[in-house]
């Protein structure tokens, strides 16, 4: 297993419409974060303020392309961002202990914070479809070039983990500095991994190894 430190390229935030930062997601132009009553968007470019979405938004944030996924308490939603409306629900797999949630392939994923688990679920329906074991509580989940990394938050201590996603094994395993959390994580699709802060009310942007 390859091990190293995170490295930090940026950060943004805190933001004064938003004490903490769960959920996080890309939709190749804005960052969305999800702030407990709200969505919220950022340009990565420098950080300053887009829209937001008046919403409940407790945990992980997703994209399809199309529309935005967000966990609220024990259920996942899914909504327009041009008009802000949800356009349906689904339950979530982990009935309110979930946390990160990604698109993939036609898939939703969530983690399922306490239990160390990441499902694959049918974002029609919410069936899971498979689940995956981790070794630590999982909080964000992203996929990248057919990678699954998924965040930890457990015991003070964050890092970030590509794990082998038929066994769960920890592939490679990226370190957070002393307390600094990741509540979320997406990827752009390139070398920068989005995490969420959580009560930091900062989103960092984190370099994804070559």
Known sequence: MKHSAAEIIEEYGPFPSAKRVDGVTYDSRHVWFASGDRLNAIDPADGKAFDSID?????????DGEHLFQIAESRIQKIDPKSGRVVSTIPAPGNGGDSGLAWAEGSLWVGEYRERKIHQID???????RTIQ???FVTGVTWVDGEL???TWEDEKSDLRHIDPDTGKTLEQLDMPSGLGIS???SDGGDRFFCGGGDSGKVRVV???K
């Open 55 to 63: 919403v409940p938004a407790h945990a992980g944030t997703a994209f």
């Open 149 to 151: 990394w998924h965040g």
């Open 207 to 209: 370099r994804r190894p």
């Open 184 to 186: 979320g994580l997406e």
């Open 123 to 129: 974002p029609e329906t919410g069936a899971i479809l």
């Open 134 to 136: 981790s070794n630590r």
